[in-house]
Nanobody, 123 residues
Framework: QVQLVESGGGLVQAGDSLSLSCSAS????????MGWFRQAPGKEREWVAA????????YYRDSVKGRFTISRDNAKNTASLRMTNLKSEDTAVYYC????????????????WGQGTQVTVSS
């Protein structure tokens, strides 16, 4: 129903910044809340951030508050994750996801997923 493709991952040093992008197609983008998740090797996938359909309301897990910013541009069908002051603990594959309904402020009810993009932070 909606296809998601992440881009922007790479190798950075601790303290650096990096922006990830998610391009959506196939459905009305503004009908979905959007989120970012990450998964490190051997770890469970964890929710990172979410943004409402309009882009007005944003939520973050505690470990990234003040460092990461989720945003969206409904006119361009994109969602972004701006990461600053990156730490080695942020190293993971990052996924964008879309939620068509239900609560999502803590990573619940995301229905569609991108393929992921690798972020590696060296210390």
């Amino acid at each position: 129903q909606v296809q998601l493709v992440e881009s922007g991952g790479g190798l950075v040093q601790a303290g650096d910044s990096l922006s990830l992008s998610c391009s959506a197609s196939g459905s009305t983008f503004s009908s979905y809340a959007m989120g970012w998740f990450r998964q490190a090797p051997g770890k469970e996938r964890e929710w990172v951030a979410a943004i409402s359909k309009s882009g007005v309301v944003r939520y973050y897990r505690d470990s990234v508050k003040g460092r990461f910013t989720i945003s969206r541009d409904n006119a361009k069908n994109t969602a972004s994750l701006r990461m600053t002051n990156l730490k080695s603990e942020d190293t993971a594959v990052y996924y964008c996801a879309a939620s068509s309904g239900g609560t999502y402020a803590n990573g619940e009810n995301f229905d569609y997923w991108g393929q992921g993009t690798q972020v590696t932070v060296s210390s």
